[in-house]
């Protein structure tokens, strides 16, 4: 019995501590809400992360995974969306075929950043043969380096208070993008004109930024016929590509025949891979290793 009034009394003490503490918090304003960024594929995320420092969440509108070519978000996505105070659009048909009309109808307090259009003011965007847009802006270095510091002055606008902060943190991380540039530059300038052979034309400006020229099995979408497919094949063989890149979101059937056809292999590459400067490293390293093979060949 003694016991039973033990446990009763312990139960209660404890009881009345979690209330206590629960109570303080929410008094001492414990429990509070970040302002929201919303962004339309993983790259960004990083970005903006470094940026933010902590100071705002983050969600990404196109999960890893799915093609920003045409992802239509959920109802649910729909609804976080317009929990968002500030939406990053990058531009990817996805972006302004769904996602985009999406935004602009919620208005309300979602301001909206067309980061695709700051970029293509700063620099000449990049085209396709058939003179459609190349939306894969963020493959781009420099590129990248100027959506950040638009990122910092949108956050230094919404938290003034942290202006400071935000610069900073913008400032750091565009010195990390710098410094993975002049590596990959030093990696890859002995590849220079060297020709790379792609499935979907997703990484020009990578190529384009360090001199290498971007072979695509697939047009700007379209997928090839058989008399453009032997085209690829045969000046694959001239140029001595044993390597076809593919990225798992918009793969074909035909990645794998071209590379059986040139005797050779597919390898993945992600260009929507959230770890962004790690991702930076990395394509430039397994092209440097592809195009060093090339030459042991020669």
């Known amino acids: 019995m003694r016991k039973n009034r033990y446990y009763n009394y312990l139960y209660v003490m404890l009881l009345g501590i979690i209330m206590l503490f629960f109570s303080s918090s929410i008094i001492s304003g414990a429990v509070s809400e970040k302002p929201a960024a919303a962004l339309t594929i ?18 990404v509108m196109v999960p890893p995974g799915y093609s920003p070519a045409n992802y239509a978000p959920a109802p649910q996505e729909i609804r976080d969306f317009s929990e968002a105070e500030i939406y990053f659009s990058i531009g990817v048909p996805a972006d302004i075929q769904n996602i985009l ?28 043969k ?62 220079k004109g060297e020709k790379i052979l792609v499935y979907h034309p997703s990484i020009g400006y990578f190529t384009d930024h360090y001199n290498l020229e971007m072979i695509t099995i697939e047009d700007h979408g379209k997928e ?13 063989r001239k140029e001595n590509i044993k390597t076809v890149f593919y990225q798992s979101e918009i793969d074909s059937k035909k990645s794998r025949a071209v590379a059986e056809e040139i005797g050779g292999k597919v390898i993945q590459l992600d ?4 770890n962004y400067l790690g991702n930076l490293t990395q394509m430039a390293e397994i092209m440097a290793e592809t195009l060093s093979k090339r030459d042991d060949l020669k």
């Open 42 to 59: 993983a790259p960004q995320k990083e970005m903006l992360n470094a940026v933010a420092g902590g100071e705002v969440d983050s969600f």
């Open 224 to 236: 090839p016929g058989p008399r453009q497919i032997q085209k690829i094949i045969d000046e694959a």
């Open 271 to 274: 260009p929507l891979a959230e």
């Open 130 to 191: 058939d003179g459609g847009r190349d939306p894969h802006i963020w493959l781009s270095p420099l590129r990248s380096a100027y959506m950040v510091n638009i990122m910092a002055e949108e956050l230094a606008e919404l938290m003034p208070e942290k202006k400071d902060f935000f610069i900073k943190n913008a400032d750091s991380y565009i010195k990390k993008i710098k410094e993975a540039d002049r590596r990959n530059k030093k990696l890859l300038a002995k590849y």
């Open 101 to 128: 009309p999406q935004a602009e109808e919620l208005s309300g307090n979602l301001k909206i950043v067309k980061l695709f259009e700051a970029v293509d003011k700063k620099f000449p965007p990049r085209v396709f």
